[in-house]
C-alpha cells in the first residue's frame, strides 16, 4: 500500500497564478484532511471531509482556498489567485471512522509562491 | 477553544540519557491526546494515543487531567530517537486534531 499520495511534491510559481494541489486518500478511509504547515503557525487543519462531504472549514484562510472532493479516492485544494503568504507545506491526512484513529499522512507539497 | 502547547522547539539529550518531551494542552471537555512523530525523510505518523496506554519504541506518555499535560517519556533515548514530536488533541467522538508546534529532538552519540 502506497498510502496516501499527494501531487505535486514541489510547487513553485509565481503569484497571482493558480495552484492547485491533489490527493488521493487511502482505500476504504472515511475522512481526508487538508493540513498547512508553516514555521509561524505549526500544522494548521484547513478542512476535512466525511465520505466526501466537507464537514468542517472554519480553518481555510480565506475565499481563495477552495477544496473539493469528487469521490472518495480524490481530492484537490485549490489556491486562486495565490500569493507570497501561502507558501508552506500542504499535508493531506486520511483515517478510518470510529474515534482516535489514526490519520496517515502523505509526504506533503511544498509550495513556493514568488 | 482547544489548544496545545508544547514550549520546548528542541530538544538536545546524550545516548541513553532520559528524556520528556512535554505537552500541555487547554480544553474543557474530555480530550483524546496523541503523540505523532516525524522521522527524517519519512511521513508524520501516529506513535502513541492516550486511550491505549501503550509503549511504543520505548516512549510511554500519560494523561495527568490535573495538570492538562501528556508529556512523553523515554528513560533510555538512542539515537534513532531524533525527530520532530507533535502532541495532538481532539475532543472525544471527534476526528478533528489540534497539533501542537511541535518540538525537535536530537540524541547525540
Known amino acids: 500500500d502506497a498510502g496516501v499520495i499527494q501531487s505535486p511534491r514541489h510547487e513553485v510559481t509565481e503569484m497571482g497564478q493558480e495552484v492547485t494541489l491533489r490527493c488521493k486518500p487511502i482505500s476504504g478511509h472515511d475522512y481526508l484532511f487538508w493540513y498547512r504547515q508553516t514555521m509561524m503557525r505549526g500544522l494548521e487543519l484547513l478542512i476535512y471531509?466525511?465520505?466526501?462531504?466537507?464537514?468542517?472549514d472554519s480553518g481555510m484562510p480565506e475565499d481563495r482556498f477552495s477544496a473539493k472532493m469528487p469521490n472518495a479516492s480524490f481530492s484537490t485544494l485549490k489556491i486562486q489567485p495565490s500569493e507570497p503568504r501561502d507558501s508552506a507545506v500542504y499535508f493531506c491526512a486520511s483515517s478510518l471512522s470510529g474515534g482516535s484513529q489514526p490519520q496517515h499522512f502523505g509526504d506533503g507539497t511544498r509550495l513556493s509562491i514568488l | 477553544a482547544q489548544r496545545v502547547t508544547q514550549p520546548e522547539k528542541l530538544l538536545s539529550v546524550f545516548k541513553g540519557a532520559p528524556v520528556e518531551l512535554k505537552c500541555n494542552y487547554s480544553?474543557?471537555?474530555?480530550?483524546?491526546l496523541f503523540w505523532y512523530v516525524q522521522y527524517s525523510r519519512q511521513r508524520l505518523q501516529l506513535l502513541l494515543r492516550?486511550?491505549s496506554r501503550e509503549s511504543i519504541k520505548g516512549f510511554t506518555a500519560d494523561l495527568n487531567k490535573g495538570e492538562t499535560s501528556f508529556h512523553l517519556k523515554k528513560p533510555f533515548a538512542q539515537e534513532e530517537d531524533s525527530a520532530m514530536y507533535y502532541c495532538?488533541?481532539?475532543?472525544?467522538?471527534?476526528?478533528?486534531?489540534?497539533f501542537g508546534k511541535g518540538t525537535k529532538l536530537t540524541v547525540n552519540p
Open positions: 480544553y474543557s471537555g474530555s480530550p483524546e
Open positions: 495532538a488533541l481532539s475532543s472525544r467522538g471527534s476526528e478533528k486534531l489540534v
Open positions: 471531509f466525511n465520505n466526501n462531504v466537507p464537514i468542517d
Open positions: 492516550h486511550i
